[in-house]
């Protein structure tokens, strides 16, 4: 695995040992500043390139329901005045290591993975599992499975505010916590999001029109979390 | 002298026959084909021997997006490895019959199950199980923990497992469910009682 992605906070930081990565605790050039950095959502169209995801019926795949998903995602959370980066705009391989490095060097308030895979026709809602022994940091670094241990909680707390969100528009909703990667390498709170399309016609009208209903509740459930949690859950 | 409408009679009457012939020659091979297609689709391994016990397999049904304990007569070894082994194959072979509550792949097998550790197992599917599995979270967690909790309960001692594929490691089963990490089946457990 590689180990080399993650920022440096300092030139004296330990020697990475297999398995472990350094994460950064301030921005970088923020050294003395102390400043809060700016909270952001950051969104992964999960799936791309060769990487088909799912297959949804005819030539319709995962990975383009994703980033259609993602963009009208970004759209509703910015019409709420929150920050959002995609993790990829275009139909390009994206290894899910580094969709997890990207969020951690970058720093992310929080991640949303957006998926949309049988059966059923409701919308599921994942908090990340540890379900590997807990390893302990060694010093700065995090062990790799298990990174997203000391954000588990605000994970779920997210994921339970998207869940109540979408329940209130009347979506059948299933929470669960499942062992979904990248959900554990990221050190933000984390969670993932599957969108079951109708089986009958996937692109139907009816279909777009939940879409577009979960993203906007995905994005209400976050402006709430927020909001209870300060300016970076 | 034999009349000419008479020739013509005998000849359709005999070039009927052939045809009849012919088409039930190549049905029978279609259907001989089509058995032996089902048998490849089956377990590889051979049969073990053992005796036959009364199990709990844990079967997943995705039409109800649920996980369901289901009794079966399984012979099973008393080696610890190949009584797990012999669990797991029988809940692939419920996946692998026609109709599916949770259709795998054809060739979709356990190569090998054996223990690292006094309570850490390994299972070694072959590539058909994670190549033609159907992709999706809920789909491969599914999977998952449809095999890990009939193993803990057939095989006592079992702490944690690891899944590879074709012998090596594989990121995730298809695309979402996570295979690097070492699963704790205390933690499967409950995550598997939220289906059940």
């Known amino acids: ?233 | 002298m034999i009349p000419r409408h008479f020739q013509i009679t005998v000849a359709l009457v005999l070039l009927a026959i052939l045809i009849s012939g012919v088409v039930i020659i190549r049905i029978t091979h279609k259907e001989e084909a089509m058995t032996l297609q089902a048998s490849e689709a089956g377990p590889v391994a051979p049969v073990v021997g053992g005796k036959q016990e009364h199990i709990q397999l844990l079967l997943a049904y995705d039409e109800d997006q649920a996980l369901r304990w289901r009794p079966a007569d399984v012979f099973l070894p008393a080696d610890r490895n190949l009584r797990a082994r012999e669990a797991l194959r029988s809940v692939l072979a419920q996946y692998l019959q026609m109709p599916s509550p949770h259709p795998l792949a054809k060739g979709a097998d356990i190569r090998d199950v054996y223990f690292i550790s006094t309570d850490t197992m390994i299972v070694d599917t072959t590539a058909p199980f994670a190549d033609g599995h159907p992709s999706g979270i809920l789909l491969e967690e599914l999977t998952l923990a449809s095999l890990i909790e009939t193993l803990t309960a057939n095989v006592p001692g079992i702490a944690r497992v690891k899944f590879l594929v074709d012998g090596r490691e594989r990121e995730t089963l298809a695309g979402h469910a996570d295979l690097m990490s070492f699963y704790q089946t205390a933690v499967v457990h409950e995550m598997a009682k939220e289906f059940e």
């Open chain 1, 1 to 233: 695995m590689a180990l080399c992605s993650a920022l440096a906070v300092s030139s004296a930081a330990p020697q990475q040992q297999p398995g472990y990565k350094s994460f950064p605790s301030v921005a970088p050039g923020a050294e003395g500043q102390k400043r809060t950095p700016e909270f952001f959502v950051m969104i992964d169209p999960s799936h791309g390139g060769s990487d088909k995801g799912a297959s949804l019926g005819g030539k319709l795949m995962e990975k383009d329901i994703t980033l259609r998903l993602a963009r009208e995602l970004r759209r509703e959370l910015e019409e709420r005045g929150i920050a959002s980066r995609l993790l990829r705009e275009s139909d390009i391989d994206l290894s899910l290591d580094r969709r997890a490095e990207i969020t951690n060097e970058q720093r992310a308030g929080i991640y949303v993975a957006l998926h949309a895979a049988r059966p059923g026709r409701g919308v599921r809602v994942y908090a990340p599992l540890l379900v590997s022994a807990q390893q302990t940091p060694a010093g700065r670094f995090l062990p790799w499975d298990s990174a997203q241990s000391g954000a588990l909680s605000r994970s779920q707390a997210v994921a339970r505010a998207v869940t109540e969100q979408l329940r209130k528009r009347g979506l059948t909703v299933a929470s669960l916590g499942m062992p979904v990667r990248p959900l554990n390498n990221v050190t933000a709170p984390a969670i993932a999001v599957e969108l079951a399309p109708d089986q009958d016609d996937p692109q139907s009208q009816e279909t777009q029109r939940r879409q577009n209903s979960v993203t906007s509740a995905i994005a209400l459930g976050i402006a709430e979390i927020r909001s209870q949690m300060g300016s970076r859950p």
